[in-house]
Nanobody, 117 residues
Framework: QVQPAESGGGVVQAGDSLTLSCSVSGGTFVGDDMVAWYRQAPGKEREVIGTITWDAGSRHYADSMRGRFTIYRNYHENRAWLHMNGLKPEDTAIYYC?????????WGQGPQVTVSS
């Protein structure tokens, strides 16, 4: 299996923290994979939050996402996470995990995160 699968979305209050996780449905991440987190707010284009390389765990963030978002992975648990602090109503979006594997990009279904004021 190659498809990533996210979990952990829901409705939270402004100021709360929330962590989403990403795993490979029925399979595993492998050394050359890169995991990326994106989000798409209502009426807006999908935007990248950041990426992490599976083997080395090197992370990069979009400039607008630095500070409140942290991406990490656990090699042995075969899972990546997106941790979000200080959530705001404008963070309401569908959050996607994407797996870049053998030069092909696979997308998860994307959980909804709703931040109420």
């Amino acid at each position: 299996q190659v498809q990533p699968a996210e979990s952990g979305g829901g409705v939270v209050q402004a100021g709360d923290s929330l962590t989403l996780s990403c795993s490979v449905s029925g399979g595993t991440f492998v050394g050359d994979d890169m995991v990326a987190w994106y989000r798409q707010a209502p009426g807006k284009e999908r935007e990248v939050i950041g990426t992490i390389t599976w083997d080395a765990g090197s992370r990069h963030y979009a400039d607008s996402m630095r500070g409140r978002f942290t991406i990490y992975r656990n090699y042995h648990e075969n899972r990546a996470w997106l941790h979000m602090n200080g959530l705001k109503p404008e963070d309401t979006a569908i959050y996607y995990c994407n797996r870049q594997h053998d030069s092909v990009v696979y997308w998860g279904q994307g959980p909804q995160v709703t931040v109420s004021s």
